[in-house]
């Protein structure tokens, strides 16, 4: 008798703008989109694994592989910008005919479920940003390593160490797994291409224009480990201090991945914040 083996990072697969694109949607209920961040190897499910099948309890959670990222296509020639990265997201709403929906966007993440909320602002809910980019901030050495990551195992275990304050969550295996997703064909490649060097203009490409922060309408959660080496906490203070219907929650003793690190927490706020 042969076993058959499923990889969890593949869920189901839609059309998007030409882009064969892989994601996960549980439960049923008010709409929400999770948006990975950018770490080598990331997917949709590698991201939010732990909280999605605990938010999609009382909602529909809809969580994508971005253009170029896990198990999505890597179209030959596709130039990933912030700007592309945008128009796949609209386009995998339309796929799904989603005419509006919460964004929760982790770092990278956070920056695009900005760039939609201000471009096409009756599209979005509510917003949570964790760890989020999206503002102009003097690139981190910790965020430097993510995008200049060179695939080794010792170098993505060096990564997992920069994103987590609470080492006992890492487990012994996952550097090995996560070095092998950031090697599968085509990933490597698509990846360089993503955040050449001078890494600093990756950053200011994602930020959002202080004018249009301002002028956004939607309720906003903002939540960030205070000792994230990732994305700095000034970025989550001053986008609370702009965006004009925003709360900001922060956890001490937690790096970048809140979502894994304080889990519990992380799910209670989000169901406290998001409609069900």
């Known amino acids: 008798m042969t076993e058959t083996i499923t990889d969890p990072e593949i869920g189901s697969t839609i059309e998007a703008g030409g882009v064969s694109t892989n994601y996960h949607d549980a439960g049923t209920g008010a709409p929400v989109l999770l948006i990975h961040g950018s770490g080598p190897g990331v997917s949709a499910w590698a991201n939010w ?3 999605l099948p605990l938010l999609a309890a009382g909602r529909r959670v809809i969580a994508p592989d971005v253009v170029g990222f896990g198990y999505s296509d890597r179209p030959e020639g596709f130039a990933f910008t912030r700007e592309s990265w945008v128009a796949h997201l609209l386009s995998f709403l339309d796929a799904l005919e989603l005419e509006k929906v919460s ?3 982790n770092s990278f993440g956070g920056a695009l479920g900005l760039w939609v909320a201000t471009k096409y602002p009756e599209r979005v809910d509510r917003l949570v940003l964790m760890g989020s980019a999206g503002t102009s901030f003097e690139i981190t050495p910790g965020l430097e390593a993510v995008w200049g990551y060179e695939p080794s195992v010792q170098n993505m275990s060096r990564l997992l160490d920069i ?18 997703a950031s090697v ?3 990933v490597r490649e698509s990846y360089s291409a993503m955040f050449p060097a001078p890494r600093q203009k990756g950053v200011d490409a994602l930020a959002v224009p202080e004018d249009a ?12 480990g205070r000792e994230d080496k ?7 203070l001053l986008l609370s201090r702009l965006i ?3 709360q900001l929650h922060v956890f001490g003793q937690c790096g970048h991945w809140t979502q894994i690190e304080r889990r519990a927490d992380f799910v209670r ?3 406290g914040f998001l409609p069900g």
């Not at 922060?213 to 960030?224: A, E, G, K, Q």
């Not at 990732?230 to 989550?236: F, H, K």
Request: glycine share 8%.
């Open 269 to 271: 706020l989000l169901d």
């Open 163 to 180: 994103f987590a304050y609470d080492k006992s969550v890492l487990g012994p295996d996952l550097a090995r797994l996560r070095y092998d």
């Open 213 to 224: 922060l301002r002028s956004l309408p939607h309720d906003t959660l903002i939540v960030h």
């Open 230 to 236: 990732v994305i700095p906490l000034s970025s989550s």
């Open 103 to 105: 964004v929760v966007g």
């Open 49 to 51: 694994r732990g909280v």
């Open 244 to 246: 004009p219907r925003s």
């Open 184 to 186: 599968r064909p085509g």
